[in-house]
């Protein structure tokens, strides 16, 4: 077996239990999220995600970008200094404990100013009650972030994936029961993050996957930030990418607008599911190909790994594109369907960052996070001026395009620079053949018109347009033989027989 098949199956393996703690996490938000959407007025809907949104710029300064840094890190130290993984570990946790406590500080004491930039009076209660739960946020997803670096997915499914969205349902889903009032939504945020995180300290120290101390060391530090700043900067300027548009619909349209525009935006977001588990496992497998300078079989795995993930991508992104009135009144209700059309625009913006692969995380294996910086930075400048000149004229459809077109600027800037480096692209001959196959099938039901209300009649045609599609990829021979490869590992690890199966992909191998 080729070290890139070993990688791709340690991938796929650890791809699928992601998945599956992504999903169940998507869904018991998406709960919530409706919850909250249905017994609250559009404009508190907006209200909660502005708080959110501006928490989570404040996560990513307080985290310095170490959550990004350190599953490189943290495997670059067991590899050559095992001794001090220990000390880099505490070291980052000191180091993000204090600066979390230093921004819940800001937020606490800066809310009345900025609620008064968004003109909403509601913000001051709202920042001043989940600033509390910045630190345990930032804690959980450090210490998440460590595991990822000893190649490990358990705490992550379990307690960011499971956990926490299971106590966040259940306490949304008391307080409504209970008729309480809207502001008491920000302490059922809190609650559930520090008790997930707190549960996920007793189960370090339970399983003793790695030794928490009060040790700072200084030089490891300096070393760490200097390593990690480019990804804060980068984080942040992913988050200003991200959530522009909220926070430029708040400032321009108000938050009625935000609430419907929110009904759009994170069901777009789900589109990169598939790409974000396939990168929990992505750097400890592709970082030792690039050491030992194996850039063919690194290309190779990203090639493969791209080519799967557009595959799942696919059927979500057909629904969303073809169908967004359906899917929205399914989610959220027929009061929120007037953002259909910005759905239709998000989703073409995200499933190009999906189709193009790991490019951006890539680029950090191959110690490229200036560049990763100067990209995002590049995009979300761009992003900024779209909003400021659509959202005026277009609204929320503005704010949607804008954030389309940012993501596609970056997407070729990080893919360009990447290809420059290593020759690494996406585009195998077996790649290629399914995308234009997507493409004109796409065409050909959007140029029909078809006019679907309700969910359950856009999933028939969407099963006979994926029917049509996984013949034509079969008959045009797009099956490659890592695809059997991997096929046989899911068998044996699940136990059952594909065989029906694995002989219709050997025939169009």
């Not at 059309?341 to 790991?358: D, K, V």
């Not at 959007?446 to 209300?453: E, T």
Request: charged share 15%; proline share 4%.
């Amino acid at each position: 077996m080729s070290d890139a098949t070993q990688a791709l199956h340690k991938i796929a393996r650890g791809t699928g239990i992601i998945f599956a703690g992504t999903v169940i996490s998507m869904f018991f938000g998406f709960l919530s999220r409706a919850i909250i959407a249905r017994e609250f007025s559009k404009a508190e809907y907006g209200v909660f995600n502005l708080a959110l949104t501006i928490l989570s710029i404040g996560l990513v300064i307080a985290t310095l970008g170490f959550q990004n840094a350190l599953p490189r890190e943290v495997a670059f130290y067991r590899e050559k200094m095992p001794e001090k993984v220990d000390k880099l570990i505490s070291t980052a946790l000191i180091i993000v404990a204090v600066n979390s406590l230093a921004i819940m500080l800001f937020l606490i004491f800066g809310s009345s100013f900025i609620a008064h930039v968004f003109n909403e009076g509601r913000l001051v209660y709202a920042l001043k009650v989940v600033a509390f739960a910045l630190p345990f946020s930032a804690l959980t997803g450090v210490i998440i972030s460590t595991t990822q670096g000893f190649g490990r997915v358990r705490e992550k499914v379990y307690f960011q994936n499971v956990v926490y969205p299971v106590l966040w349902l259940i306490f949304v889903l008391s307080f409504a029961v209970l008729n309480l009032p809207f502001a008491s939504i920000f302490w059922a945020y809190v609650l559930a993050q520090s008790l997930t995180c707190l549960a996920l300290f007793l189960e370090v120290f339970r399983v003793r996957i790695f030794e928490i101390k009060p040790y700072f060391d200084r030089r490891i530090g300096i070393e760490l930030i200097k390593f990690s700043i480019p990804l804060m900067l980068t984080g942040i300027a992913g988050f200003i990418m991200t959530w522009t548009d909220t926070l430029m619909l708040g400032y321009y349209k108000g938050s009625d607008v935000v609430g419907l525009y929110n009904a759009a935006a994170p069901l777009a977001r789900l589109l990169p599911v598939f790409l974000s588990s396939a990168a929990f496992l992505y750097p400890a497998m592709v970082s030792p190909l690039y050491v030992q300078g194996k850039i063919e079989e690194m290309k190779r795995v990203y090639q493969v790994l791209t080519k799967w993930v557009f595959l799942l991508t696919l059927p979500i992104f057909s629904l969303m594109f073809l169908f967004p009135e359906a899917v929205i009144n399914f989610f959220f209700g027929a009061k929120y369907v007037p953002a259909a059309s910005a759905l239709q625009i998000l989703a073409l913006g995200f499933m190009f960052h999906t189709f193009l692969g790991l490019n951006g995380l890539s680029l950090v294996v191959i110690g490229e996070s200036g560049f990763i910086l100067i990209s995002t930075l590049v995009s979300a400048t761009f992003n900024i001026i779209l909003n400021v000149m659509l959202i005026p004229v277009y609204g929320m459809e503005g704010a949607a395009m804008a954030t389309a077109a940012s993501y596609f600027l970056g997407n070729v800037l990080s893919s360009a620079k990447l290809y420059k480096e290593t020759r690494i692209h996406p585009f195998s001959w077996n790649y290629v053949k399914p995308l234009v196959i997507s493409f004109v099938l796409l065409g050909v039901i959007k140029g029909l018109n078809l006019r679907v209300a309700s969910i359950w009649y856009a999933v028939p045609v969407l099963v006979v347009f994926l029917g049509v599609y996984a013949l034509l990829v079969l008959l045009s021979r797009s099956i490659d033989k890592e695809d059997v490869e991997l096929l046989l590992a899911v068998e044996k690890k699940l136990g059952v027989d594909l065989g029906i199966i694995k002989r219709v992909l050997r025939r169009f191998v």
